[in-house]
């Protein structure tokens, strides 16, 4: 991975914020591939996608501890990355509060389900409601993900901030292939559209980097506190979002060995880019 690290440093440069910068573009990319692939995976079965995001849940599950909140306590001590664990988790969940949980990944529904609901006009309100609203919380969500990025970056340990960045852009594909597919059969247009909601779902992701990565450099006390809170918020969506979505639809033991998978990937990045 020595070869990765040095394309990074090449294309980067050694300013924090920079760095941020094309950290938050990668991750962005990434949620653009899978978005894209809803123009080739036309139907994915739901296994498949439980399985995947479990991966996705292993990978940014590790990823919190190994790379945001041990290297916090290293910087700041204990009390600090509690602190901003806290913080993250109240945040996500005024957030969630604000925009209620859409435990409906329409990704998984039967189509002769869904022509059956959008066969009246209230249905077909309401189905698009909901998407709209899962929309709106991927959103809401990505922000921590690339507020994550740019605090690893902004913190100057590049390698645990590398392989951060890598197990947000790998957890983003499953991401935007869930964003994009609900969207295109909630009838918001063809697939490019679809491609396209997908995408900007995770746009978010890049002034959060920018910003995370500037914050924790111009006021260098915060670190510890940005590193908890940036982990906490990871964390809640994990545990509130992903993991119970995985498990609701019989693939429990399936998003089980994905979300295992992910944490021996994570663990192996982590080894790698150390």
Do not use: K
Request: glycine content about 14%; charged content about 10%.
């Amino acid at each position: 991975m020595t070869g990765f690290a040095e394309l990074f440093y090449y294309v980067a440069g050694a300013d924090p914020v920079m760095q941020g910068l094309v950290g938050g573009l990668f991750i962005a990319s990434m949620n653009l591939v899978g978005a894209v692939l809803v123009g080739v995976w036309r139907s994915p079965s739901q296994r498949g996608l439980d399985a995947a995001l479990g991966f996705a849940a292993g990978v940014m599950l590790t990823a919190a501890f190994t790379s945001l909140i041990l290297p916090g306590i290293e910087f700041g001590g204990l009390l600090p990355v509690i602190v901003g664990i806290a913080l993250g988790v109240v945040v996500l969940d005024r957030a969630d509060a604000w925009v209620p949980h859409v435990h409906v990944l329409i990704t998984g529904r039967r189509r002769h389900d869904a022509a059956q609901e959008a066969g009246t006009p209230e249905g077909a309100r309401s189905r698009l409601s909901s998407v709209v609203l899962f929309i709106v919380a991927i959103t809401l969500h990505n922000v921590p993900e690339g507020l994550a990025v740019g605090v690893g970056f902004g913190a100057g340990r590049v390698s645990d901030a590398l392989a951060l960045m890598l197990a947000i852009g790998i957890q983003n594909v499953p991401e935007g292939l869930a964003v994009a597919v609900a969207a295109r059969n909630a009838g918001m247009g063809g697939r490019r559209f679809a491609t396209l909601t997908g995408i900007r779902s995770g746009l978010f992701e890049l002034p959060a980097a920018v910003f995370g990565a500037w914050l924790v450099t111009a006021v260098a006390p915060l670190l510890p506190y940005a590193m908890g809170f940036a982990a906490g918020a990871m964390l809640y969506v994990i545990l509130d979002e992903i993991v119970p979505e995985t498990h609701t639809r019989g693939h429990e033991r399936l998003a089980t060995v994905g979300t295992m998978v992910g944490v021996v990937v994570m663990l192996v990045l982590d080894v790698a880019l150390g």
